[in-house]
Every structure is written in structure tokens, then in C-alpha cells.
């Protein structure tokens, strides 16, 4: 099934000589249950794509839609509704909450949204992360492994349509990366997971079931 469809999207920032086109007409479409690779050097557009793609930067021109919704014709609030609901996102410094532990971390977007905690799903993926002795930490008490393990809990406890995965492993040394990268496959087959993941390593990208390349923009 078809959940997410680019189609012709252009982002332009600046005018005359100072005019940079991140993204170039670009589209694709992606099916449910895929695991997808961004891949590019720097500056190439990966992220302002991943940004596009979460209502969090309007194109230029182009459309985004999730499940045939155009998400650019919704307005603000709705958009964050829809990516607070529907969309998990991994950045490459984690973004937790200093003052949360890892179970308040995890339950955050639930939280946000005035959801009923499912705690048997809480505890099936903090186990899932390997984190059981952690739950009450901190995020200054764990490694950076550890925190980025929060943060795909995190995006997992809403059951999202995606997860969008922006350098999940750019920050960690290369065994917490291997670990990272292992625990996004995991979560792929076992929880049917859709995932994108933005990155420059061409030795990560291969694990996944389609790499897309981007470069100056353009696919």
C-alpha cells in the first residue's frame, strides 16, 4: 500500500545571486513496510527533503501527501497534529527532555496528545531497546547509544505510519551506530515499520531495501 507520495517538489531559498535550490523537482513514492536510505554528501538536499516530508518546511512548489492527503492544503496545527500522530522522528542528537527519564521520554508525544498509556506496549519496547535497567535514567546518565535507543522508542510508542530517521547515527561511535542501525532493521521486519533514513554512508545505506541518491537537489 502506498503511504507517502513526493511529487514534483522544488525548494528554493533566496533570490538572484544569492538563490540555493535544495531540492530540485523531485518525486517518489513509498509503499507500507519499506526501508528506505536517503543517501548524499553534505548539502546535497537530504535533510530539507526529510523536513519537507514531516510538514516541518513548505516547498516551493510540489505537493507531499500521506495516504492521498495533500499536507501542505492543511493548515499549521493540523500538520502537527498529523506528525505528532503519524510521523516518528530521529534526529541526530537525540532531542530528548533533560528533566525526563527514559520511560517519560518514550511516553512524551502519547503524553502530548492526551492519549491512554498503553504500559505493556512501554514495556515491550523498552525491552525491545535493551533498556530495562535504564527506564528511570536520565538522559545525562546514559551514552549517546543509549539516548538514541530513547529516541527510536519514542517515535515506535506512537506506531507511526514512518519513521524519519535524520542521521540517527552520526553522533555515535562506530559499535553504538552498528547497534542503532541493527535496532531500525529489527523494527522493520518485526513491527512492519516504515522507515527513511537520512544518511552519507553508503556501508549503512546497503542495509536497507532501497537507496534513493540525491544530489544538488535531484534524485
Do not use: C, W
Amino acid at each position: 500500500m502506498k503511504i507517502l507520495k513526493v511529487e514534483n517538489v522544488s525548494k528554493i531559498y533566496g533570490k538572484g545571486d544569492a538563490q540555493v535550490i535544495a531540492l530540485n523537482d523531485i518525486s517518489f513514492e513509498v509503499e507500507e513496510g519499506q526501508f528506505i536510505a536517503i543517501i548524499g554528501p553534505s548539502g546535497s538536499g537530504k535533510s530539507t527533503l526529510l523536513h519537507t516530508i514531516a510538514g516541518l518546511e513548505p516547498p516551493t512548489k510540489g505537493n507531499v501527501y500521506f495516504y492521498d492527503k495533500n499536507l501542505y492544503k492543511m493548515n499549521k496545527k493540523e500538520r502537527t497534529i498529523l506528525r505528532r500522530q503519524k510521523i516518528g522522528i530521529i534526529y541526530q542528537f537525540y532531542n530528548l527532555i533533560p528533566t525526563l527519564n527514559v520511560e517519560e521520554n518514550i511516553l512524551l508525544p502519547i503524553e502530548l496528545d492526551k492519549q491512554k498509556v498503553d504500559r505493556q506496549k512501554l514495556e515491550d519496547i523498552i525491552t525491545f531497546l535493551n533498556l530495562t535497567d535504564r527506564k528511570k535514567h536520565l538522559p545525562n546518565e546514559l551514552s549517546g547509544g543509549q539516548q538514541q535507543k530513547v529516541a527510536i522508542g519514542r517515535a515506535l510508542m506512537i506506531n507511526p505510519t514512518i519513521i524519519l530517521a535524520d542521521e540517527p547515527t552520526g553522533n555515535l561511535d562506530t559499535k553504538s551506530s552498528d547497534e542503532i542501525i541493527q535496532l531500525l532493521k529489527k523494527a522493520n521486519k518485526e513491527y512492519k515499520q516504515t522507515i527513511m533514513l537520512i544518511t552519507h554512508n553508503m556501508e549503512i545505506a546497503k542495509l536497507a531495501d532501497r537507496v534513493i541518491k540525491i544530489e544538488d537537489g535531484k534524485i
